[in-house]
């Protein structure tokens, strides 16, 4: 088992930035490739961002390529999502993912542990 809280979301203007954390315990964080995911009401939850088990491979949703930012901590067992240049439509609720595999994938199916997730609401 491994437990995941995000810590970090609020309100923001537009613009503005924002970074959330995600602390794992339970299990070697290092095992695991990470994801971050997000959900707006009345939406599905989607992909936002993937990092590597080293942090050496990055992946990113169209919508928040060069203004998002993943990494991760090992030896802190944390992910980061660095948020520059925000918009009102990334308002959502912010999720972490781990996924005990090698590659890193998009679709929520394949991860197997999930946070409780971090409002983040962007005003204009």
């Known amino acids: 088992q491994v437990q995941l809280v995000e810590s970090g979301g609020g309100s923001v203007q537009a613009g503005g930035s924002r970074r959330l954390s995600c602390a794992a315990s339970?299990?070697?964080?290092?095992?695991?490739?990470m994801g971050w995911f997000r959900q707006a009401p009345g939406k599905e939850r989607e992909f936002v961002a993937a990092?590597?088990?080293?942090?050496?491979?990055?992946h990113y949703a169209d919508s928040v390529k060069g203004r998002f930012t993943i990494s991760r901590d090992n030896a802190k067992n944390t992910v980061y999502l660095q948020m520059n240049s925000l918009k009102p439509e990334d308002t959502a609720v912010y999720f972490c993912?781990?996924?005990?595999?090698?590659?890193?994938?998009?679709?929520?199916?394949?991860?197997?542990?999930w946070g409780q997730g971090t409002q983040v609401t962007v005003s204009s």
């Open positions: 339970g299990r070697t964080f290092s095992n695991y490739v």
């Open positions: 993912a781990a996924n005990q595999g090698y590659v890193i994938y998009r679709s929520t199916a394949v991860y197997d542990y």
């Open positions: 990092i590597s088990r080293s942090g050496g491979m990055t």
